[in-house]
């Protein structure tokens, strides 16, 4: 079964410095690969994804992450950091026919300081 | 285009009593699914419905449980609710059940049960 683990839950930067979340998942062949972004009191929205392929991907308000298979990482990242981005951020795992289930891991809960 | 709708928003429910939580998706979606928030258990995957069959259930006992009409919406059902049902209720909608799509969540239903 696959798993995801995200070691940082809380992480605090400064507005402009740049962020990295850390993201490893277990999962036995190329998986599909996600990052959320939860504000509070709201639902999930989609940052990015990878399914395949170039393995730096680019997603939405500058993130971007990185497909590492040999570390089993997904890690996201953006080189300014905006007080608005403040939120938690849920990386999460999908299964090559596995349908639509994704498993998550515990999130991150991103401060930022001005 | 819509996004996907949740009702109701807030729903309180005292133990033992039943509920039902509605999910509309994105016009075309033809894939849903459900997801509890909790702050002890992460985010936990219930169940997927496409063109009206469950195709994926999650590990939760039977006292959870759902369906999908033709037109693609979606409720699912708690019985007996006990105080640890108290979460928040996910939807998401994707045109396929491949996995490789993209899903859309929705705000969410807040339970609490007393």
């Known amino acids: 079964a696959q798993s995801v683990t995200q070691p940082d839950i809380h992480i605090t930067v400064s507005e402009g410095a740049s962020l990295e979340l850390r993201c490893n998942y277990s999962?036995?062949?190329?998986?599909?690969l996600f990052w959320y972004v939860q504000s509070p009191g709201q639902g999930l929205q989609l940052l990015l994804k990878y399914f395949s392929g170039d393995t730096l991907v680019q997603g939405i308000k500058g993130f971007e992450a990185e497909f590492k298979r040999s570390q089993s990482s997904f890690n996201l990242r953006k080189p300014s950091v905006h007080w608005s981005d403040a939120a938690e951020y849920f990386c999460?795992?999908?299964?090559?026919?596995?349908?639509?289930?994704?498993?998550f891991g515990t999130g991150t809960q991103l401060k930022v300081e001005l | 285009k819509a996004g996907v709708t949740q009702t109701p928003r807030y729903l309180i429910k005292t133990r033992g009593q039943q509920v039902t939580l509605s999910c509309s998706p994105i016009s075309g979606h033809r894939s849903v699914s459900w997801y509890q928030q909790t702050p002890g258990q992460g985010l936990q995957f219930l169940f997927e419905?496409?063109?009206?069959?469950?195709?994926n259930k999650g590990n939760f006992p039977g006292r959870f449980s759902g369906r999908q009409f033709s037109n693609s919406r979606s409720e699912m059902n708690v019985s007996t609710l006990e105080l640890g049902d108290s979460a928040l209720y996910l939807c998401?909608?994707?045109?396929?059940?491949?996995?490789?799509?993209?899903?859309?969540f929705g705000p969410g239903t807040r339970l609490t049960v007393t």
């Open positions: 999962y036995g062949a190329t998986p599909y």
């Open positions: 419905y496409f063109s009206e069959t469950q195709r």
């Open positions: 998401a909608s994707s045109p396929s059940p491949q996995g490789s799509y993209e899903q859309y």
């Open positions: 999460a795992v999908g299964a090559t026919g596995g349908g639509n289930k994704l498993t």
